[in-house]
C-alpha cells in the first residue's frame, strides 16, 4: 500500500490557508486566473477565512472553508462553481462545484456554507 506523510499533504494545503485571499462563485468551472476572476465570475468573497490543515473525512488531510454571507454579487447568472485565488500572484489554487447551483443577481449579496478541501490518503 502507498503511503504519504501528512506532512507532505499539510504544506499544500497550507497555500490554501496562508495566500488566498479570494473566492469567486463561477458560471463554469475555470480553468485559469482569468476564468476565475474575469471571465466566468457572478461575484466574490475577500478576507476569507479557511483553517490550517487538519485530519480530512473520511480520510487524508483538508482545510475548511469557513462560512460567510456577505458575499458581493457582480453579475446575473447561475452560480455552479466556486473558485479559490491568489489575487496577488495572479494564482487559480482551488476549484469546485458549488453543493448546489444557484441563481444570483448583481447588487445582491451570496453565502456559502461552510466546505473543506480535502486531499485524499494515497490509495
Keep these: 500500500m502507498a503511503f ?6 499539510d504544506l499544500g494545503l497550507n497555500v490554501l490557508d496562508t495566500e ?11 480553468a485559469t486566473f482569468t476564468d476565475a476572476t474575469v471571465t466566468n465570475t457572478l461575484g466574490n468573497k ?6 490550517a490543515p487538519a485530519d480530512g473525512s ?8 469557513a ?8 453579475a446575473t447568472g447561475t452560480a455552479s462553481h466556486w473558485a479559490i485565488t491568489d489575487t496577488v500572484n495572479s494564482r487559480l489554487l482551488a476549484t469546485g462545484a458549488l453543493a448546489a447551483s444557484q ?3 448583481n447588487g445582491n449579496t451570496f453565502s456559502l456554507a461552510a466546505f473543506a478541501i480535502r486531499v485524499p490518503d494515497a490509495a
Excluded at 504519504?4 to 499533504?9: A, G, P, Q, S, Y
Excluded at 485571499?21 to 475555470?30: K, V
Design 4 to 9: 504519504i506523510n501528512d506532512r507532505v499533504f
Design 20 to 30: 488566498a485571499n479570494r473566492l469567486d462563485i463561477c458560471s463554469s468551472e475555470p
Design 46 to 51: 475577500t478576507s476569507l477565512s479557511i483553517g
Design 58 to 65: 473520511p480520510n487524508g488531510r483538508a482545510v475548511t472553508v
Design 67 to 74: 462560512t460567510f454571507s456577505d458575499g458581493a454579487v457582480t
Design 103 to 105: 441563481a444570483v443577481t
